[in-house]
């Protein structure tokens, strides 16, 4: 796997040694990255290697066998959180775009984990109305359209049971969050769901520089 560091705190030399010093992903993953990073600019959404390392042992470590992903784009996340799950766990794959879906099918059929995929296209706001209000979810992770990152989360922090997670990407956004002059409207949102879920008295959470920010979510 190239190195990608997707990060400001981050040179290129400390996230090779990073990378090295982490548990290697495989030639399934090697080519998936590889092909996603033919797509051009596009490329620049799928998460970190890092990243999908620790979302699969929190995958590992919470027990979860019930898991929502919002924004799946070429299946990478999916592929590291799905190969956590025990016997009979499923992962919901929430997204709008069946192009690069269909990048993340393949892989996940090369993977022998299909079986534990559930992808759904179409706006993810729907999707999770549409869920049992029951709640059942150990894990999500949202890595989406910013603008959709406050009701992606209270649609799905009723239907995660107490002591589940929520793990949310791109929440420092390159470190603009903290830069006055920023003002547009990815900015904007990532600012306000961080200020609402630091007030939310219904949760614990910790920002982490992780990647381009990384948050973790744990319901009361």
Known sequence: MAPDPKSFLL???LHSYLVAHSSPHDGIVDDLVRETAAL?????MQIAPEE????MLLVRLTGARRVVEVGTFTGFSALCMARALPAGGHLLCCDVNE???SIARRYW??????????LRLGPAADTLTSLPPDPVIDMSFIDADKGGYLTYYEELLPRTRPGGLI?????????????PEQRDDNVE???AFNDRVAADDR?????LPVADGLTLIRKH
Not at 167 to 179: A, F, I, K, P, Q
Request: aromatic share 4%; glycine share 10%; proline share 2%.
């Open 11 to 13: 040179n290129d030399v």
């Open 40 to 44: 051009g600019p596009e490329s620049g």
């Open 52 to 55: 999908g390392l620790l979302l």
């Open 99 to 101: 192009e690069w879906t």
């Open 109 to 118: 059929e090369r993977a022998g984990v299909a079986d534990r995929i559930e």
């Open 167 to 179: 793990c949310v990407d791109n929440t420092l956004w390159s470190g603009r969050v903290v830069d």
């Open 189 to 191: 949102a990532i600012r």
């Open 203 to 207: 949760v614990d959470c910790v920002l």
